[in-house]
């Protein structure tokens, strides 16, 4: 059995896909890892001839899908492919720093502490596809000595030393071992960051082991052009898919409130307000509450740091006023959860509130 697999989730990035392919090519020869690492890619349906690249890497193990699914699911399927002992879920867009398989590998066979989950530290970078120049914006977001390894008992041991729950929720930042991620039932909360979930569940009482070196490049500005989000609706729903999908993981006891809230605590809102988008914003955080019935006493914790993060950033002074009359209104709710025996905040009440919002 390989040691390592690399699994690779793919769609409508073939440019990219080949330039991560060529990566970890060069990577297995200098580092003579053939007999140690494979490569497996899921095509998740795509419509610019990925499939082509079969031809061009034939040591790849390329699959394409008969259907389109959504992209987490396309996730679970990649690591189903998988034969070795661990598995680094690497998006297709992103590609090794030199010599990070080498050290992987040489951690992974070095792995006195047993770790099921290995958090790995990555750069942010810029690269343009066919250029070699590449631009590093961020030397590595944990922000922690590097080239150390840092091994913990379990998960709540890192709380406050992660930096950014990116490590979390970037794919390319999590190698775990197989056989665990194998038993897991897979989980939608419909959001973007889904593997979180079922990454953790899956290594649930296992030592985690935290990799200060930077072993992955994370490009930036490489958005489809087939891409068409709504930002802050997609912001909306991925928050409100984000404490779900952690109220699940206290609820099971796989990572502590206090570990989850000093993840939030790092959160930094980077896309830009004006004040059309803020009241849509804010109206989008609300509806999804109602909709789905969820706020509990512990999802306000997330609510008021949102709502203070945006005072903290925002120089308007309209904003200003409706996040201080939403943080008041999460203030007099928490009063209310305290009371409630089903600790829920009734959608009426919400309803109310997000109507005076148009006002």
């Not at 598995?87 to 080498?102: E, K, R, S």
């Not at 665990?180 to 593997?195: P, R």
């Not at 490009?219 to 409100?240: C, G, I, K, V």
Request: glycine share 4%; with cysteine; hydrophobic share 40%.
């Amino acid at each position: 059995m390989k040691k390592l697999s690399i699994c690779i989730p793919t769609y409508n990035r073939k440019e990219f896909l080949n330039e991560l392919l060529i990566n970890i090519q060069t990577e297995l020869e200098s580092g003579g890892l053939a007999n140690d690492v494979e490569v497996n890619v899921l095509d998740n349906l795509s419509t610019d001839k990925t499939l082509d690249l079969k031809k061009e890497f034939p040591n790849v193990n390329i699959q394409q899908r008969t259907d389109h699914v959504e992209a987490n699911q396309n996730f679970i399927d990649v690591c189903e492919m998988a034969t070795g002992e661990y598995i680094h879920l690497i998006g297709d867009d992103d590609f090794y720093c030199p010599g990070a398989v080498a050290k992987l590998v040489e951690i992974l066979n070095s792995n006195s502490n047993q770790s099921g989950l290995f958090l790995l530290n990555f750069k942010q970078v810029k690269k343009n596809i066919g250029e070699d120049n590449v631009d590093i914006l961020s030397d590595g977001v944990i922000l922690e000595e590097k080239s150390q390894i840092k091994n913990f008992k379990h998960i709540n041991d890192l709380t406050g030393m992660i930096g950014n729950f990116e490590v979390l929720g970037f794919i390319s930042a999590n190698c775990m071992k197989r056989d665990s991620v194998n038993k897991i039932n897979y989980k939608n909360f419909m959001g973007m960051f889904d593997q979180i979930y079922w990454i953790l569940k899956s290594q649930i009482g296992k030592p985690v082991t935290l990799v200060t070196e930077t072993i992955v490049c994370q490009r930036q500005a490489n958005q489809r052009e087939d891409q068409d989000y709504d930002h802050f609706r997609t912001r909306a729903f991925s928050f409100l898919s984000f404490i779900e999908m952690f109220n699940q993981l206290i609820d099971e006891n796989v990572v502590s409130l206090d570990f989850v809230s000093s993840l939030s605590s790092k959160i930094k809102l980077k896309t830009p307000m004006n004040e059309k988008n803020f009241q849509n914003t804010i109206r989008w955080y609300f509806r999804c509450f109602v909709v789905n019935d969820l706020i509990r006493q512990k999802d306000l914790f997330y609510l008021r740091y949102i709502c203070s993060k945006l005072i903290d950033e925002t120089v308007c002074k309209y904003q200003i006023s409706q996040l201080n009359e939403i943080l008041s209104f999460l203030h007099i709710f928490s009063k209310h959860i305290e009371r409630n025996i089903e600790n829920k905040i009734s959608a009426k009440q919400i309803n109310e509130f997000v109507a005076s919002l148009s006002r």
